[in-house]
């Protein structure tokens, strides 16, 4: 099984601006700890995640081919 | 004015067929607030005042600086050192005369938000810190008016609207429903520090102002319940829908009451934030989350705090005491009158620098005479 992952903003600034793929990965709590695992600046930010365009308040089970977005806040007007 | 010059300069967007004089009129009587009038209120206020938004607050306590002008496109080299809402006003007139503009050089905070917003039927968000912002949010949810929300980076925008109902399923979300604690200062650059394409707010704020036309208008559907993210460079846009989050309720300000007296700058840790919190706002984190209060007076003082669970560490112990002391919580630090507990933060700070440490503003005594005075009000508070 096998995931996609966007980033915007600061995220995409640390883990790479292109989508990736990654694979094994089955909800969304295991995602944080590999992106805090592989990406330590990560920890200190704050960020939403959206599976398939909706954003999730709480751990999500994630579905072969399923699209991940993470979008940190920002404040620039 | 005759009824044909009064349509006159809204002529090309009155013969929509969606539009017509119908909303043209909708717009008129639409009174519209645009907090900041910087790089997303400038190309929203233009093009509001353009459409014919019939009243136009704006917002701004600052005043136009050489840097600004590469985005804030209402302002020229002259304006440099002039008050931003009042130059925009006067431009903005200049535009269209049949506009009525309400100026508030002000700073915008807790104690005067809802008196202002309450006059307004939309809200814009054109602020640039995270204090204002979720001030601003968390008004126009006690207030119930649709907030037209942007906000830039670098090269990336979003844009939504919360406050708003979904037509079908009646579900409103706001700013807490997507960012449910505002991140630390530290870790979230701002423009000044990280940049922005002057471009870049100019459209996210023209998409504010289409949605803002939109809602009082009724045509089309608005960004009911959704943000868009825009990547200037790889010109993508991305849709994230929200949905309540059961957080939000417990930590969004009830009332109007309980909106006064939250502290936006202590919740967003902003720089400015100064290091005492008053008696109010201790009573008031205390409910809201975990702290840990420290007593740092020495063991005999009076008067005692029973109220609340602390643990004493009286000031000449201190310095030794910090190396077992967390700062996984906030930390207030409390003495008799609030001068042992600054030093204690200060030292705090030191030690753990930028850890989420206060001073109880007065001491324990100013913290009873509260106490006391809060009782003692008949509850008539007006919310």
Not at chain 2, 17 to 42: H, M, W
Not at chain 2, 204 to 224: F, R, S, Y
Not at chain 2, 325 to 332: G, N
Request: aromatic share 10%; hydrophobic share 40%; net charge neutral.
């Amino acid at each position: 099984m096998e995931i996609n992952l966007l980033s915007f903003g600061q995220v995409a600034d640390i883990i790479g601006k292109d989508p990736m793929k990654l694979a094994d990965v089955k909800n969304t709590s295991e995602l944080n700890r590999y992106l805090a695992k592989n990406w330590p600046m990560l920890r200190s930010i704050k960020y939403s995640i959206a599976v398939n365009k909706k954003i999730i308040h709480e751990d999500t089970l994630l579905q072969h081919e399923d699209t991940v977005a993470i979008l940190p806040p920002f404040s620039g007007g | 004015m005759t009824h044909s010059t009064k349509y006159q300069r809204y002529q090309r967007q009155i013969i929509l067929e969606q539009f017509g004089t119908n909303a043209q009129e909708k717009l008129f009587q639409a009174k519209v607030l645009v907090v900041g009038a910087g790089g997303l209120g400038c190309p929203a206020l233009q093009y509001l005042s353009a459409a014919g938004v019939g009243t136009i607050g704006i917002i701004d306590f600052d005043v136009v600086e050489l840097s600004n002008l590469q985005r804030q496109t209402l302002y020229c080299t002259e304006d440099i050192g002039k008050p931003k809402a009042q130059t925009a006003a006067d431009k903005l007139k200049a535009f269209n005369p049949d506009i009525v503009f309400y100026v508030h050089h002000i700073k915008l905070d807790s104690k005067n938000a809802l008196d202002l917003i309450r006059n307004y039927d939309v809200l814009i968000d054109g602020t640039d810190n995270f204090a204002t912002r979720y001030l601003v949010n968390d008004a126009s949810a006690i207030l119930n008016k649709p907030l037209v929300y942007g906000a830039v980076l670098c090269f990336e925008g979003q844009v939504g609207v919360f406050n708003l109902a979904d037509k079908i399923t009646s579900t409103k979300t706001n700013y807490r429903d997507l960012f449910p604690v505002p991140p630390d200062p530290a870790s979230a650059p701002s423009c000044n520090e990280a940049g922005v394409l002057g471009v870049l707010p100019g459209i996210i704020g023209t998409l504010q102002a289409t949605e803002a036309i939109k809602i009082i208008t009724g045509i089309g559907k608005p960004l009911c319940n959704t943000i868009v993210s825009y990547n200037a460079l790889t010109n993508l846009f991305y849709e994230f829908m929200i949905y309540p989050a059961k957080e939000t309720d417990s930590s969004i300000p009830k009332n109007e009451s309980a909106f006064r007296k939250f502290n936006y700058n202590w919740f967003c840790g902003s720089h400015e934030a100064l290091n005492e919190i008053t008696p109010a706002e201790f009573d008031d984190l205390r409910t809201r989350e975990k702290i840990d209060i420290i007593d740092v007076r020495e063991t005999n003082e009076l008067p005692l705090a029973d109220e609340f669970s602390f643990i004493k560490i009286p000031l000449g112990k201190f310095g030794a005491a910090m190396k077992v002391i967390s700062t996984k919580h906030k930390i207030v630090v409390f003495c008799q009158t609030g001068k042992r507990s600054l030093t204690a933060v200060k030292m705090l700070n030191e030690r753990f620098p930028g850890c989420a440490a206060v001073s109880l503003k007065g001491g324990i005594e100013a913290w009873k005479k509260y106490q006391l005075s809060v009782s003692t009000t008949p509850f008539n508070e007006q919310s």
